[in-house]
């Protein structure tokens, strides 16, 4: 297992946001985690990344309990973040971007190979590699957001909402790319835009309030009247 979660309670000062909550994270696959504005979907990547620090439960990343390990030291081992909002150096290209991505040591010698391949997942970006980020269109800063966590060379990638503010058509041009991350790095996807992770995706949870409430394949997810009626507007 990439990633695996068990019943994580974590939280702010002393409001209570997970509780208890598990998921894993098979080798080489989408896996994502769904659900409504503040059902704690952004608190549990920063659970699992450490910025937020965890009350209870465990984290293991390739079978090994990372729970108390500091971020920095989770990208050293192969856990990346791709936060809400991209947070890019809008005054710097494309370029500088992507190599502030592969600072980290498992990652700084093989930057200009690494670059290489991100540019070939994303060859817009690399049209564009002369340009400022903060320049860019919505959908090519998300693509340059995803581009610059894989500078480092994860095992573990987690995107968080990455969909938020695109029109649907790019939305669907990025998940595609998204998609073909399948079997080169385990993926954990939040979305708020369940029908279109629900496509990309192997397998899903549904977070509300905190709680896992459902979990399954996207065949069965779809199929479900509280997906449908909740989030599918069926
Ligand atoms: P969104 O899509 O809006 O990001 P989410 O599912 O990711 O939703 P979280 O951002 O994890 O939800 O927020 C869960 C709860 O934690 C919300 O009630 C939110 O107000 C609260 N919260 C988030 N960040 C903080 C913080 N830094 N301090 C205090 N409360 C916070």
Do not use: C
Not at 29 to 45: E, H, V, Y
Not at 108 to 126: G, Y
């Amino acid at each position: 297992m990439a990633l695996e979660l068990q019943k994580l309670e974590s939280g702010y000062g002393r409001l209570k946001v997970l509780f208890g909550v598990s998921l894993k994270v098979e080798k080489g696959s989408i896996t994502a985690l769904l659900g409504p504005n503040g059902a704690g979907k952004t608190t549990t990547l920063l659970t699992v990344v450490g910025v937020v620090r965890p009350w209870s439960g465990r984290v293991l990343y390739q079978g090994v309990d990372v729970t108390a390990t500091p971020p920095h030291k989770k990208v050293e081992m192969g856990i990346a973040l791709v936060p809400e909002g991209r947070r890019l150096f809008p005054e710097m290209t494309v370029e500088e971007n992507l190599l502030m991505g592969a600072y980290v040591k498992r990652a700084r010698d093989k930057a200009h190979d690494t670059m290489e391949w991100v540019f070939s997942l994303f060859p817009r970006l690399k049209e564009r590699r002369r340009q400022k980020a903060g320049t860019m269109s919505g959908g090519e800063q998300q693509m340059l957001a995803i581009a610059r966590a894989l500078m480092s060379r994860p095992q573990v990638l987690l995107i968080d909402e990455p969909s938020a503010g695109l029109a649907p058509k790019v939305v669907s041009d990025l998940f595609q790319v998204v998609k073909t991350l399948k079997g080169e790095v385990s993926v954990l996807l939040v979305e708020q835009n369940v029908a279109a992770a629900l496509e990309v995706s192997d397998y899903a949870y549904v977070l509300e309030n905190g709680h896992v409430v459902k979990e399954g394949p996207p065949e069965q997810l779809v199929a479900d009247e509280h997906v449908k009626k909740a989030y599918l507007g069926i």
